[in-house]
Nanobody, 121 residues
Framework: QVQLAESGGGLVQAGGSLRPSCTASGRTFSSYSMGWFRQVPGKEREFVAA????????SYADSVKGRFTISRDNAKNTVYLQMNSLKPEDAAVYYCAAGRFGSTWRSYDYWGQGTQVTVAS
């Protein structure tokens, strides 16, 4: 089992930045690829970004390319999502997930509880 806990969401003005993080406990963090997804009420959970177990491979949704950066620190069992130039449409609950590298929720076996990101226009 892997337990995931997100933090670092919050309220930010459009154009601002946030850096949510996700810390894992339990089985070996470095064995898993990590992903970030987001969801707004009434919509499906949407892929945001993923990073491979060693950090050498990354993938991004087109909507966040050039603005968001995913990274991980295996020594700290933590994955980060640096979000710059935030837009109102980025507002959502952001979830981290652990599993196989991919852009669909089916690739991931473990999920955090989510952290709210609100972007004021």
């Amino acid at each position: 089992q892997v337990q995931l806990a997100e933090s670092g969401g919050g309220l930010v003005q459009a154009g601002g930045s946030l850096r949510p993080s996700c810390t894992a406990s339990g089985r070996t963090f470095s064995s898993y690829s990590m992903g970030w997804f987001r969801q707004v009420p009434g919509k499906e959970r949407e892929f945001v970004a993923a990073v491979s177990w060693g950090g050498g491979g990354t993938s991004y949704a087109d909507s966040v390319k050039g603005r968001f950066t995913i990274s991980r620190d295996n020594a700290k069992n933590t994955v980060y999502l640096q979000m710059n130039s935030l837009k109102p449409e980025d507002a959502a609950v952001y979830y981290c997930a652990a599993g196989r590298f991919g852009s669909t929720w089916r690739s991931y076996d473990y999920w955090g509880q989510g952290t709210q990101v609100t972007v004021a226009s």
